[in-house]
C-alpha cells in the first residue's frame, strides 16, 4: 500500500491507535532488536553472566562515547571467551 493510497483511507483516529499499538507492541526493527536481545541476554545467562536485557538492547539513536554498555558488553564477552 502506498502513503498516498493510507493518507486517503486512514482515519486520524485510525492512525493514533497504530501509533499505542506500536508503543504497547513495537512493530519492525525495535522489535526485532529486542527479541536478539532476549535470546544473547539468554546466552550470557546461561554462561553466568548477570546481564540485563536494557544493557543489550541495541539504542541506535546515541553515541557509544556517551554509554559504557558497548564496552561493557565487549568486556563481558571477553570474560565468557576465556571460560
Known amino acids: 500500500m502506498t ?3 493510507l493518507e486517503d483511507s486512514m482515519t486520524a483516529r485510525e ?3 497504530w ?3 506500536d508503543q504497547i507492541n513495537p512493530i519492525g526493527d525495535e522489535r526485532a532488536d529486542i527479541q536478539a536481545a532476549q535470546v544473547a541476554a539468554a546466552i550470557y545467562q546461561s554462561k553466568g553472566a ?3 536485557l536494557q544493557d543489550i538492547v541495541l539504542d541506535w539513536g546515541k553515541k557509544t562515547a556517551e554509554h559504557e554498555t558497548d564496552s561493557n558488553l565487549e568486556d563481558l ?3 565468557l571467551a576465556g571460560k
Open 50 to 52: 548477570k546481564v540485563a
Open 19 to 21: 501509533i499505542g499499538f
Open 3 to 5: 502513503l498516498s493510497h
Open 15 to 17: 492512525f493514533y491507535l
Open 77 to 79: 564477552f571477553t570474560q
